[in-house]
């Protein structure tokens, strides 16, 4: 079984604190994959990254960095947390084209609130 | 530039009824479209992909490219079918992430 894991299910942060959420997978995916996840806005991709150390930027990366050191790792970092990013953040991955059994696999997701 | 919409938030209906959930999409070229569910307190993960033209759980959709629609259906809804669905499309053959609709929430009603 795929899995992805993410280091926490809830955080509280406090506004201005910098904040890092922790990915990790143990399928030897290439892709990794960082979302938001908000009520009536459905699933926003923030950042991906093909390959270590190589990072894309996806539809809201404003106020947000990543990192990949390695393969198995991906963490999302808020460098001064405000409370309109108080979300719930949701990490996958994926093989990069698996033609007809792509998938991306999802964590458990960590509920983020900024006070 | 690829979108996929779900023009409702909120689906309710009885158990034993039929469900369709409404997924189109605009994409100029050849799309890949996959249905993810996510069940109270669990994980996002795939229901279907299109390319597989499977049935899971008792749904199916049909890629309409004419309609440019990926409808998810089941003929029967149960109570267990609660959860909120999403749809998703990727250019086929690419290694580009997948786009996501906004969500419809489906409520079976005993």
């Known amino acids: 079984d795929v899995k992805v894991t993410q280091s926490s299910r809830y955080l509280v942060k406090r506004t201005g604190e910098k904040v890092f959420l922790e990915c990790v997978q143990d399928m030897d995916h290439e892709n990794m994959f960082w979302y938001r996840q908000d009520p009536g806005l459905g699933l926003r991709l923030i950042y991906f990254?093909?390959?270590?150390?190589?990072?894309e930027k996806g539809d809201i990366p404003e106020g947000y960095s990543v990192s990949r050191e390695k393969k198995e790792r991906f963490s999302l970092i808020l460098e001064s947390a405000s409370t309109n990013q108080t979300s719930m953040y949701l990490c996958?991955?994926?093989?990069?084209?698996?033609?007809?059994?792509?998938?991306?696999?999802f964590g458990p997701g960590t509920r983020l609130t900024v006070t | 530039a690829q979108r996929v919409t779900q023009p409702e938030k909120l689906l309710s209906v009885f158990k034993g009824a039929p469900v369709e959930l409404k997924c189109n999409y605009s994409y100029s070229g050849s799309p890949e479209l996959f249905w993810y569910v996510q069940y109270s307190r669990q994980r996002l993960q795939l229901l279907l992909r299109h390319i597989s033209r499977e049935s899971i759980k008792g749904f199916t959709a049909d890629l309409n490219k004419g309609e440019t629609s990926f409808h998810l259906k089941k003929p029967f809804a149960q109570e267990e079918d609660s959860a909120m669905y999403y749809c998703a499309l990727r250019p086929f053959g690419g290694n580009t992430p997948l786009v996501f609709g906004k969500g419809t929430r489906l409520s079976v009603i005993a």
């Open positions: 996958a991955s994926s093989f990069p084209d698996a033609a007809s059994s792509y998938e991306q696999y």
């Open positions: 990254s093909y390959d270590v150390k190589m990072k």
